[in-house]
């Protein structure tokens, strides 16, 4: 049976995450939420008389909130009408990317002068987070290339970005029953992982729709073995000094021939340059990776002694490290408890219900 490696695990929960219907209607929210903070907008503007101020005989109706309430508000309908149909794909195994770029260029095209400034402000807020939200989805279903959107260093950012949402490790194992190569459709919607590339990015694939497909793995070439080699999976991307040290090197080529050579040589650039120069595709096979329903790792992370003396949960918090627990609140309430699980809350005068680490 293949093992998958903890930053693999991590790969295959980030990618469940960004295409699961959950995370799809957290996207429908948001463009609900523009689009009702828009119509709140416009009606002020409206009230206010704003649009005899911004009419005239050079741009006509161009700035007001006419002009943005005739052609900009249906482009927010629109991207949500898409969202809506893309929730009602998913129930046939088909998937899409979202319409988040084409809505922001066609919403470029029109002035919001009739918007105060910091009503403009709030809006561009709101769409920045929501078209960052978006792409994640679209880097996970992008199907006009022939090799994963998907990096090392793309899921590498991701993770630092959502790590926070799973504070214990949902389980996943690979089923080795169920294969395919790349450019065939999966036998299952889900996850896949390289049988024979070890630095492949994991990737997403549907059964529903011929471009479910599996694509190319997208992997290291030189360069990027050469800066795994260097700073290790630990400091990879993340240590910003190890990688200018990489690059300060000028061994390599690839690196050296990047037009943004000489303005990346900070702690800051240098991972992004080697990024840049680090990736390669190839065709694989490829290894179902299923998400374990209600089951987790057994463990999140190693804690050092000075950590664990002070590891603690209230109740309703899941436990992060497998072992014992005793709580204040009770007498003879040492319990084992397992990673995943919740600490339950105790009837007591004692106040909120605190469970604190004792021992493995």
Known sequence: MMDLSQWQKKQAILLYHFASLSYLEGLRDRVHALRVFVEDVLDTSDAEGRDVYLRSKQWGNRNTGENWANNGWPLLREFQQSVIQNIADQRSNIFHKTGAYQCARAISEFSMQWATPMEQN????????????????????????????????????????????????????????????????????????????????????????SSGRLLDATTFNATGKAALAAVGRAGLWMDGKAMLQFVLDKSNQDLTGDPFFEDSQTSELAPSLVARNAFTSAPSRWCYVELVKDEYETLRFELQPAQLETLRAMAGEQCMKEGFYFSPAAANSRRRFHCGERFPAVNSDYGKTIWQWDGD
């Open 122 to 209: 709030q809006f561009d807020e709101m769409f920045e987070e929501l078209y960052k939200y978006a792409g994640y989805i679209d880097e996970t279903m992008e199907r006009t290339t022939a090799a994963t959107r998907w990096d090392d260093f793309g899921l590498t950012l991701a993770w630092q970005s959502h790590s926070a949402l799973f504070p214990v490790l949902p389980k996943v194992k690979v089923l080795s029953d169920l294969t395919a190569d790349s450019g065939q459709l999966p036998p299952k919607t889900g996850v896949y992982v390289s049988m024979n590339n070890p630095d492949a990015a994991l990737q997403f694939a549907w059964t529903g729709s």
